[in-house]
């Protein structure tokens, strides 16, 4: 799906600007495992796995159904139906898609599927729920990498699909109100009508929610631009767990009255509340946009072209995406209608720029002028720039379909680590090295955040290559003070995981918030927080 | 003193360049009073002040000494003494600086200042204040403007300042770690040193600590281009009020490992813990600033002028701060040393606005383009645009003397409102309207954000001014969906007040995490909640 945003002065199909290549290519040598590369014994092949069918995220199987959540009756459903009316689902298919996530990866046993309309709604399903001891499951575009969007037993699946509306648009401020159900794409579409954008963009923006973008915190591509959520976010309706509709709907940019507790729903993953609206501040939409794709010879240049980029592109930098050539190969074989727009596989890293200003052609020589620098100090290999919207959209489709070519090999895991720059690709070599020929491995992400996205491709799930991931990747970074959740979150598969980034004074407050805000536990259970600490 | 963050290509002292002019100053009609318009009676002159004796700050008198807390004795002095050595203060003419804010509004009657130089220290006396139930108030540079730094009875107040090494600073990434204690401006003279700036600067950064920054949630000039701190602040260690360490001090961008708990510091006012170490993210420091100070005829002009500033200066816009007519006549009568850039008191409304960019020509064509523009449009009668460092500092000091004009009067009563940019300047004048010639209205601030700041001038504080202030002031502001305190905080002053821009659900979830976190309630009583729902 074309990148929505690009607007080019010229708007002829020209072949891009290309400039000289200085080919390299070598695989880096395997060095000697360190100490903290040690892992866990395999999983046994017999235990029980209950509901889970293919749950490979760490320690799934592991987890029992919490025996203080009740069982759904024709009572409860009976309730649902006086409130929601047509908004209770039982068809199977439709409950169906809503039990698994978009990998096949987690597949819960859910038998009712909520789709509530309003607030109200919300509020009378969770009061209802936490009296009755029902689980829950908040569900947004079930977009989620980490297994946080579907039951992991028989938990009900409440759907803000059904709260689509946007509430209003302060043209003045660029202050955007809507309902949590509502498609990050078609946010986008709207305020860029107005003259606007969204402050994030994610390759899942035609499915995710942003209600449930708020509740992971999601990151994505302008991250480096706009920063995050918790900055741009201004407001938030939230549903707790016993029905409290909690107003902090401000549109105010600045409000210093009390804590700011909007905060603890913005990355807790529906553990804490239902987030129902937002207020959030859109940028304004600049009218020049120009996309670069570059080469690097190996790692180092990639890194020093970050520092050069934040340092000479500046104010107008609003994308520094890098990817190594395995994905690179991997989005040519499985994307239909992709181009390389550098020769293939002649590289080891590639680069993707783009920069947003107010000034076409001011912005276009300010990114010329640096590539051209570059390639003279020998950080660039080879280039182009986008020449028109349909290069761009090729350079950025590249970039935002890995994820999705990599789901066509068979089975993959997944990991987002945050990790200081210059050690972030270590990890990736290292894994390579531990998987020999049983996996392929990439590595790519957003440079300018720290942010690495590593792929392991295989062609089924088992829990021999698990092994062989577990813990190692999460005890690497911890050991690096990196992050083993950069914007992912934990979810159902990292729940257990969380003590590699966070204190044990940390956790156990954590846990006591939970405690406090859910004391019945209903909210998105096994997720998020380790089972031994609730 | 002089703004220090102005880089000039053109060294020299040239006159300013000059638009023309359009003066035009009429004082708007007073209109009829609104239904909101309601005060409370004037307070009893008769009431017990006890410790307290100027304060003004609403509700202040009327807070009793909680007879819950002990009373300090001599084996507490002991104890603090043994782990922190000359870091206990008895003298009594220190005690008294510290028991006073610098507006001289709020005094204490403290009887003991710690000065811990560690986090450890620090953790040994609040573990040790919560088991003898001794209150503490955390004290930063003392600058806050709504009586939150300073003692209201006899709590043991704990200062940061000793603790003001800066521990690291990450040159490729930009990102600062330091103690609690460092002076805001000492951290902006060391990351410029180092090519990058803070993300934020405020009038006090002569001596406001960064921890205080942190706990206050200030926004400050930057706050329109590089957004607030929940956005900037990276990491936080924190001590809690049983002396808890809680190590979040990541430096990671991006960390979405369980709930973000450092974001439960930033603006609580040191009430849930008290913050001892800081990670920052600081933007690159861009070689091109310019300042221009503008003058427009009415309110209207100075809102149309702003959004003509978003569109057309785009991503180099980096303030745009309004001030009244009185603002300006208030400055020349108490700065030493500074001139108006424009014919004196001729316009009703002045607005200076800086852009920060990375190419001096380009940046410097790209503001007077707009500003000719505007004038040619009407929204500009006058205008100046710095030809150098010392006239860009002058533009500043007249912005940022304001505040410290401002108390040279006499009396000062402050509000900090965060108002829908249509209607900010309407409170003004309205109170304007109420006070007549009892006081001197001022209205100046941060337009881009929204937030207005109101000062209100008398000989002295008394009783009847404050009720013709309070509460019509937050009653106005409520009904506007603005909030009572954009960035000063709630302190003592606004405490009982938080009704006004906070629903009772949300205040009862915070009264419920207050007490949480600090049970007894040792940390900064009487502060930022209102102590019915402790």
Redesign the interface.
Same mark, same amino acid.
């Given at each position: 799906m074309p990148h929505p945003q690009y607007e080019f002065a010229n708007g002829t199909v020209n072949s891009c600007r290309r400039f000289h290549s200085i080919p390299s290519l070598q695989r880096a040598p395997c060095g000697p495992r360190t100490n903290v590369e040690t892992y866990e014994g395999q999983r046994s092949a017999n235990q029980p796995r209950e509901v889970q069918k293919r749950t490979f995220g760490s320690a799934a199987t592991h987890i029992q159904r919490n025996p203080a959540y009740s069982e759904l009756n024709s009572d409860d459903v009976s309730y649902f139906r006086s409130i929601l009316g047509d908004g209770v689902v039982e068809d199977e298919d439709r409950i169906a898609v809503a039990n698994v996530d978009w990998m096949g990866k987690y597949k819960g046993a859910s038998q009712l599927l909520l789709l509530p309309k309003s607030t109200i709604e919300v509020s009378k399903i969770l009061s209802y729920c936490n009296t009755r001891r029902l689980a829950v499951v908040p569900q947004g575009g079930n977009t989620g990498l980490v297994g946080g969007s579907v039951p992991v037993y028989d938990e009900v699946i409440v759907s803000l699909a059904g709260m689509d509306k946007i509430i209003s648009f302060d043209k003045?401020?660029g202050i955007l109100t809507c309902e949590a159900g509502c498609v990050l794409e078609n946010l986008s579409t709207f305020v860029e009508n107005e003259g606007f954008i969204m402050p994030l963009d994610l390759g899942a923006k035609g499915s995710c929610h942003i209600g449930g973008n708020i509740s992971?915190?999601a990151?994505g591509l302008r991250?480096i631009r706009y920063?995050?959520l918790?900055?741009?976010v201004l407001g938030l309706e939230v549903v707790?767990a016993d029905g !409290?509709?909690? *107003?902090?709907l401000?549109?105010?940019? &600045?409000?210093?009255?009390?804590?700011?507790?909007k905060?603890?729903f913005?990355?807790?993953e529906g553990s804490?509340g239902v987030v129902t609206k937002i207020s959030v501040l859109t940028p304004?939409k600049?009218p020049s946009t120009n996309v670069a794709f570059l080469s690097c010879n190996d790692y180092t240049s990639c890194?020093k072209l970050l520092?050069a980029a934040?340092?000479?592109?500046?104010?107008?930098l609003s994308a520094f995406e890098f990817m190594d050539h395995h994905c690179i190969d991997l989005a040519m074989r499985h994307l239909e209608g992709v181009q390389n727009p550098l020769p293939a596989s002649q590289y080891k890293f590639y680069v993707l720029i783009e920069t !947003?200003?107010? *000034?076409e052609s001011?912005d276009k020589t &300010?990114l010329e002028s640096f590539l051209l620098r570059s390639m003279e100090d020998g950080l660039v290999a080879d280039g182009v720039i986008a020449q028109d919207i349909s290069q761009a959209s090729n350079f950025w489709r590249i970039r935002e379909g890995i994820s999705e070519a990599s789901v066509k090999v068979g089975a993959v895991y997944k990991y987002d680590l945050?990790i200081?720059?210059?050690k972030l690709y270590d990890i990736v070599e290292k894994m390579r090295c531990r998987l020999g020929d049983n996996a392929e491995v990439l590595g790519y992400g957003?440079l300018g955040?720290?942010?690495l996205h590593l792929n392991i491709l295989s062609s089924k799930y088992d829990d021999n290559t698990l092994a062989q991931i577990e813990p190692f990747v999460y005890e690497w970074t911890s050991a690096q003070?990196?992050?083993?959740?950069?914007?992912?979150?934990?979810g159902l598969m990292?729940a257990e995981k969380?003590h590699?980034?966070?204190?044990p004074?940390?956790?156990q407050?954590?846990a006591?918030?939970k405690k406090?805000?859910d004391p019945n536990s209903i909210l998105n259970p096994y997720k998020?927080?380790p089972q031994s600490v609730l």
């Open positions: 003045v401020n992971t915190n990151g991250f920063g995050s918790h900055g741009n707790l !409290t509709i909690l *107003d902090m401000t549109t105010l940019r &600045k409000d210093n009255t009390g804590y700011d507790l905060h603890l913005i990355g807790s804490l304004a600049l890194q520092l934040r340092r000479n592109l500046g104010e107008i !947003t200003g107010s *000034d001011y &300010k945050s200081p720059v210059e957003h955040d720290g942010n003070r990196g992050s083993i959740s950069a914007e992912h979150g934990l990292k969380i590699y980034s966070k204190s004074e940390a956790v407050l954590m006591s918030i406090l805000m998020v927080l």
